[in-house]
């Protein structure tokens, strides 16, 4: 069972809350323990374009890793959670709004991206994302390379971490 702060128990006392021309049932979103169970229910209370291409990146991202942790971060008051895919730190999350889904990686800045699947926030010093909307095809085959990237990118300075806390070198 979770445990909100009062002011989010509060906020989850009504049944729906709407935001612009969709609503989410927040007593379902809000019973959710693991952070697959948040995914799982965002994807069902969605329930169109958006849900469904976020359920295809969701099969894609554990393609490219299995090993891949979904997780739900950054809890607020006026948001239940990001979905978010962690290995050897955050790989990217998957937020959802009226026109798009966006996947944002949190070191996209750092990773190359022969393909040019980056759209979004393309000024950054660390993170890149990608807005996919309504009736757009994702390119599969580049997006799991991104994934198997960030996720190596992760698992390096994981590495570098350790080493310099251990006093050894990395090559």
Not at 90 to 112: D, H, P, Q, R, S
Not at 138 to 167: F, G, H, M, P, W
Request: a positive charge.
């Amino acid at each position: 069972m979770l445990t909100f702060r009062p002011e989010l128990q509060v906020m989850l006392g009504a049944a729906e809350t709407s935001f612009g021309s969709w609503s989410f049932d927040m007593k379902k979103l809000a019973a959710v323990g693991s952070g697959s169970d948040f995914i799982d229910a965002k994807i069902n209370e969605l329930g169109d374009w958006r849900g469904k291409t976020l359920a295809r990146v969701r099969e894609l991202i554990h393609e490219a890793d299995p090993e891949i942790v979904e997780e739900r971060k950054w809890v607020k008051p006026n948001s239940l959670g990001t979905p978010v895919w962690s290995h050897g730190g955050i790989v990217c999350t998957g937020e959802t709004y009226k026109n798009a889904v966006k996947l944002t990686f949190a070191k996209g800045a750092a990773l190359k991206d022969p393909s040019h699947l980056f759209n979004s926030s393309l000024e950054g010093n660390v993170r890149r994302a990608i807005d996919i909307h309504e009736s757009e095809k994702i390119n599969e085959a580049a997006l799991k390379d991104l994934i198997r990237a960030a996720v190596a990118l992760n698992l390096k300075s994981a590495t570098r971490a350790i080493a310099k806390k251990t006093n050894r070198k990395i090559r």
